[in-house]
């Protein structure tokens, strides 16, 4: 059973575009948030996190977007560029979870 | 070391066989996890410890998997009599404290591929 569902599976996007990666839960004891960037032959790197306290988070280009009671978050990078090119996961956890739920990942390609 | 480091990055074995792999984690981090990887799909949890206490093994698939840590230093995962749908990237994250909720520092993986 997935826990968190991320779309699209794959996005392609001009250079200086706007990336948009969606993601949905259920469990609405989730408190944390967080977006992993991953390069091919490396893991996964945190990249910006939100808690629900708050509908946005920003830095720098990354923006998260946090609808709780659509329980929805998205992930937008304005700009983009071809090294924003890389596999993105979204995330969520609780309070007393041991470990993250993952979604399916969504590979991101940025042509020049 | 500066980073989680994993070792080896790649390991080819034959189905039948046991392999183990390794995690080196964070100096001083309590908290350490296992993760899959399999070709297209998310990270699925396998094993968690913090510190001395009883280690979450909620996520291991089965008892072929196994995973061992010394205090709070090398972990070591131990798949035995490997079948093809162990093929997968492995992961090893650690994080200065425990839970799900903190920032988690991942290896690079170890990519075992069973022939």
């Known amino acids: 059973q997935q826990q968190v569902k991320q779309s699209p599976q794959s996005l392609i996007v001009q250079k200086g575009g706007i990336s948009i990666i969606n993601c949905a839960y259920e469990?609405?004891?989730?408190?944390?948030f967080p977006w992993y960037q991953q390069f091919p032959g490396k893991g996964p790197a945190l990249l910006i996190a939100?808690?629900?306290?708050?509908s946005e988070k920003k830095e720098g280009r990354f923006t998260i977007s946090f609808n709780k009671s659509a329980k929805q978050f998205s992930l937008h990078i304005m700009d983009s560029q071809p090294g924003d090119s890389a596999t993105y996961f979204c995330?969520?956890?609780?309070?007393?979870?041991?470990?993250?739920?993952f979604g399916t990942g969504t590979r991101l390609t940025v042509i020049p | 070391g500066a980073g989680v480091s994993q070792s080896p990055s790649n390991k080819v074995t034959e189905k039948g066989k046991d392999v183990e792999l390794r995690c080196d984690p964070i100096?001083?981090?309590?908290?350490l996890y296992w993760y899959r990887q399999r070709l297209g799909q998310g990270l699925e949890f396998l094993i968690y410890?913090?510190?001395?206490?009883?280690?979450?093994k909620s996520g291991l698939p089965s008892d072929r998997f196994s995973a061992e840590r010394t205090g709070e230093s090398v972990s070591t995962l131990t798949i035995q009599r490997t079948q093809q749908e162990d093929s997968a990237v492995y992961l090893c994250?650690?994080?200065?404290?425990?839970?799900?909720?903190?920032?988690?520092?991942f290896g690079q993986g170890t990519r075992l591929t069973v022939v």
């Open positions: 100096s001083g981090h309590t908290a």
């Open positions: 410890f913090q510190g001395n206490s009883a280690p979450d």
């Open positions: 994250a650690s994080s200065l404290v425990g839970g799900g909720n903190t920032e988690a520092f």
């Open positions: 995330a969520a956890s609780m309070a007393g979870a041991n470990n993250l739920f």
């Open positions: 469990n609405t004891a989730f408190d944390y």
């Open positions: 939100i808690r629900p306290d708050v």
